[in-house]
């Protein structure tokens, strides 16, 4: 059964660099695309991007090209660098399978972000 | 403000049938299948319906889901008061092509009286 835990500071600097990592147990990295979504304190979901196993990405647009995502094939991983960050980028941010049209069927239990000085 | 549009709330009593809806339009809902995920407070979201209407191995038959040109409707039947959470519907967006972005509605919060 494939499992996702994300991992990364909890407190961010604004200005700086959220860098943030799925590790994926229980199952290979390939053949599927993998993806950010992050919930803001009370808000909804927002979807940040994907990236597919051969390593082509995907973002929202409202990330204005601050968003990164990348893969670690040898340590069963994926990142999120999130640039320039601000309080606007708190929230919880879960890492999840992407089954394009079928949807996120797996997802991690979500780690908290806190953008502060 | 979120391209798929939900109700901010829905709530009925245990035993009782709900209905939550989703409105989106021709480049969400009317092109794009459309997925339901439940998420309960500090639990990750979990998906209960995918390809409009087709649930994951391990999803009661309680939950269905139906979508009709531009809007889609998930229905719980026998409530229960584990069902309490929040219910995102989710599509592609194909207004920019075909790079998405991918939306989901604002959430519903289900109550079970």
């Known amino acids: 059964q494939v499992h996702l835990q994300e991992s990364g500071p909890g407190l961010v600097r604004p200005s700086e660099t959220l860098s943030l990592t799925c590790t994926v147990s229980g199952g290979a990295i390939s053949p599927y695309h993998w993806g950010w979504i992050r919930q803001p304190p009370g808000k909804g979901l927002e979807w940040l991007g994907y990236?597919?196993?051969?390593?082509?990405?995907n973002y929202n647009p409202s990330l204005k090209s601050r968003g990164i995502i990348s893969l670690d094939m040898s340590k069963n991983q994926f990142s999120l660098n999130l640039t320039s960050v601000t309080a606007a980028d708190t929230g919880v941010y879960y890492c999840?399978?992407?089954?394009?049209?079928?949807?996120?069927?797996?997802w991690g239990p979500g780690t908290i972000v806190t953008v502060s000085p | 403000q979120s391209v798929l549009t939900q109700p901010p709330s829905v709530s009925a009593a245990p035993g009782q049938r709900v209905t939550i809806y989703c409105s989106g339009s021709?480049?969400?809902?009317?092109?794009?299948?459309v997925s339901w995920y439940q998420h309960l407070p500090g639990r990750a979201p979990r998906l209960l319906i995918y390809g409009n209407d087709k649930r994951p191995s391990g999803i009661p038959d309680r939950f269905s889901a139906s979508k009709s040109g531009t809007s889609a409707t998930l229905a719980i039947t026998g409530l229960q008061t584990g069902d309490e959470a929040d219910y995102y519907c989710?599509?592609?967006?194909?207004?920019?092509?075909?790079?998405?972005?991918?939306?989901f509605g604002g959430g519903t919060k289900l109550t079970v009286l």
């Open positions: 021709t480049s969400t809902i009317g092109k794009n299948f």
């Open positions: 990236i597919y196993y051969i390593g082509s990405t």
């Open positions: 989710g599509a592609w967006d194909s207004n920019l092509g075909a790079g998405g972005p991918w939306v």
């Open positions: 999840a399978r992407y089954l394009l049209t079928d949807g996120f069927d797996i």
